[in-house]
């Protein structure tokens, strides 16, 4: 067995409790099953990348730990706590795309998909935040800019996919939707009564979406291997 392969276990036995955890309502098993997940995919990640990690994607999981800290805490300022995390998380990874991608070229064919996708993105943004929750009218502005830079995250993924339709841009549009979904599921717990349905979606979503972060770091880093080897030769 690889070395990464116990922690890669770890992690989907975590998502298969948390998903068991919630179904049965065993909030307070399904809050350590949880608590699971990024140790084990931070792991996975690290000893499939060789013992490497940079600076930003450090600070990403660094933050998605403080993030999920605060998710699982579940005090007063719990909420804005893991809204402002998240936010940094999204800030970091559309800074990642901006600094280790090529420009996006569109091209006529690509017009209409790309506009279907950038409605789509726009309507769900005013949507979800024209739900009038209390916590959000609090902290409104900081909300709005976390939906303006999940948008932002959101088109750079599905463009870079209808663009070039790579196996990376494949993992970074997974690891867009999961987050989308993760995120208005997290809203429609707080609008809507309870709901186990809208839990395990919104749990389910965001476990697969640290998955495809980190599978879309490790591509990331297999494609800038072999460019060097390129080089070199």
């Not at 065993?26 to 600076?55: C, H, M, R, W």
């Not at 991608?101 to 935040?129: A, G, M, N, Q």
Request: hydrophobic share 55%.
């Amino acid at each position: 067995m690889k070395a990464n392969k116990p922690s890669l276990i770890l992690f989907f036995l975590a998502l298969f409790f948390t998903i068991i955890f919630d179904w049965t309502e065993q909030d307070f098993l399904a809050t350590y099953a949880k608590s699971i997940v990024l140790p084990s995919i931070f792991i996975y990640f690290f000893i499939s990348n060789e013992l490497k990690i940079g600076k930003t994607e450090g600070l990403i999981f660094f933050f998605c730990f403080v993030g999920q800290v605060y998710d699982l805490m579940a005090i007063e300022t719990s909420e804005i706590g893991a809204v402002l995390s998240f936010l940094v998380v999204y800030i970091l990874i559309v800074v990642l795309f901006i600094r280790e991608h090529e420009r996006i070229k569109l091209t006529k064919r690509d017009v209409l998909p790309i506009s279907i996708v950038v409605v789509f993105i726009v309507y769900l943004l005013i949507s979800v935040l024209s739900l009038q929750l209390e916590n959000m009218q609090k902290f409104k502005f900081i909300y709005i800019a976390y939906g303006i830079v999940l948008s932002f995250l959101s088109y750079f993924c599905f463009v870079s996919y209808i663009t070039k339709g790579t196996f990376i841009t494949l993992l970074m549009s997974l690891m867009a939707v999961s987050y989308i979904f993760s995120d208005i599921f997290y809203i429609f717990n707080e609008y809507f009564s309870y709901s186990v349905v809208l839990v395990l979606i919104r749990d389910i979503t965001q476990i697969l979406a640290y998955f495809f972060m980190v599978e879309y770091f490790l591509e990331k880093a297999r494609i800038q291997k072999r460019q060097k080897k390129i080089i070199q030769q």
